[in-house]
């Protein structure tokens, strides 16, 4: 702690800005240090606490800024960059593209002290379309509420360094374990919904024989295919009449009301080619958010349509966002 004292006495702010750039540029650099020890040095009349405080900030823009700008520009590529030691990383992405519509431009200002988090912010505020104007307003709170607690926390405790940096370090782990907390009730009760959803969405399978059924008497059934993009433009075989979707991109858009190629006057019938179904309930729930209430899966997919022996036909993607 000592020798990052002596740093700043010889460099200045320069060292300072450097540090805190480096750190929003995902470099191992001790920018906290470095800034319990801007405060120290302001308690000592050495540094002015105003202009290390803005300079701070400023470095934090700055490289936020380009995040941001990389975000808008190529986000999902961003984000499975930062995402790419995750197990899943498609999923990783996806989850926090939808936690951050949900919160919304609020997340900058507690970002910069939930590591990872501070990380993906940036070029999710940028993917999710929110206007630079509003961005840099609520990163600059964030990045002035980030600085002013180290460089305050060594304006206080000028005198005792090292119980400042130990302070620094409960408080990080202090957020970590109030943030893993809310974290985790919000996931249990998520969790608790989408189990109920689940089940109450499997009681409601259509049988093949039953969809069969009902469209050779001619009732209006729009039969919805969620095979993606997996198969190319060429297309795969699928149920007659098929509306083809991309699931991954269905909900991407935060606008619910924005138009979808599935009306909403019949009764939707979805099938997958998983067993699970999972990608089936997942799809039904953003429907259901979108205002569809006939929603029902194929009880066993397309696998189940095709062991009956009932017919197959080509079905290229549509798309629908």
């Avoid at 001619?218 to 198969?231: A, F, M, P, Q, S």
């Avoid at 990608?279 to 397309?302: K, Y």
Wanted: with cysteine.
């Amino acid at each position: 702690m000592n020798a990052i004292v002596q740093l700043l006495v010889q460099h200045g702010y320069s060292v300072l800005f450097v540090s805190v750039f480096a750190r929003q540029m995902w470099l191992p650099v001790p920018a906290v240090l470095v800034l319990i020890a801007a405060g120290a040095l302001a308690d000592s009349g050495r540094m002015t606490l105003a202009v290390a405080l803005g300079l701070a900030i400023t470095a934090c823009l700055l490289p936020d800024m380009m995040w941001y700008e990389a975000g808008r520009r190529w986000g999902d590529q961003i984000l499975r960059f930062i995402y790419g030691l995750a197990l899943d990383p498609d999923a990783a992405s996806r989850r926090s593209k939808e936690a951050f519509v949900r919160h919304g431009t609020r997340t900058l200002m507690l970002a910069k002290f939930v590591v990872g988090l501070d990380a993906a912010a940036p070029p999710l505020a940028g993917l999710s379309g929110t206007s630079r104007t509003r961005f840099i307003a609520f990163d600059a709170i964030g990045a002035a509420l980030w600085s002013g607690a180290y460089a305050g926390l060594g304006y206080v405790l000028g005198k005792d360094l090292d119980r400042a940096a130990a302070y620094a370090a409960r408080l990080g782990m202090l957020w970590v374990i109030v943030v893993f907390a809310a974290l985790a009730m919000y996931v249990g009760r998520k969790l608790v919904r989408w189990h109920r959803f689940v089940r109450e969405f499997r009681m409601a399978r259509i049988t093949p024989e039953e969809l069969k059924k009902k469209l050779d008497a001619g009732e209006k059934v729009t039969i919805v295919d969620l095979h993606g993009r997996r198969n190319g433009p060429k297309g795969h075989q699928g149920i007659p009449g098929a509306v083809c979707i991309d699931p991954h991109r269905l909900g991407q858009n935060d606008n619910p009301n924005k138009r979808t190629p599935i009306p909403r006057d019949r009764e939707v019938v979805l099938y997958c080619t998983a067993l699970h179904e999972l990608t089936s309930a997942r799809v039904a729930l953003e429907l259901r958010r979108r205002g569809f209430e006939r929603v029902r899966p194929l009880a066993g997919g397309l696998q189940a349509w095709h062991e009956r022996g009932f017919p197959l036909t080509s079905v290229i993607l549509c798309g629908c966002s």
